[in-house]
């Protein structure tokens, strides 16, 4: 799989069954980001039934507050 353009691979974390899996086992706080997977943005709600293959792209889009 691809996440934010680095390869990376899914069976070497057995513990992640989905997209919410996968952003708590890399320490991301959910309410903090948005995701892009496969050039889609699914629903926050639809995360924890998204299942994950190897040939996915991911992109993690981290909000940042400034002033």
Do not use: C
Not at 43 to 56: G, V, Y
């Amino acid at each position: 799989m691809e996440v934010n353009g680095k390869s990376l691979q899914l069976d070497a974390n057995p513990g992640i069954r989905n997209l919410l899996d996968f952003i708590g086992h890399y320490g991301l706080d959910p309410v903090t980001i948005a995701v892009e997977i496969n050039g889609e943005i699914p629903k926050r709600d639809q995360w924890s039934s998204i299942a994950l293959k190897e040939s996915d792209r991911i992109e993690f889009i981290r909000f940042v507050g400034g002033g």
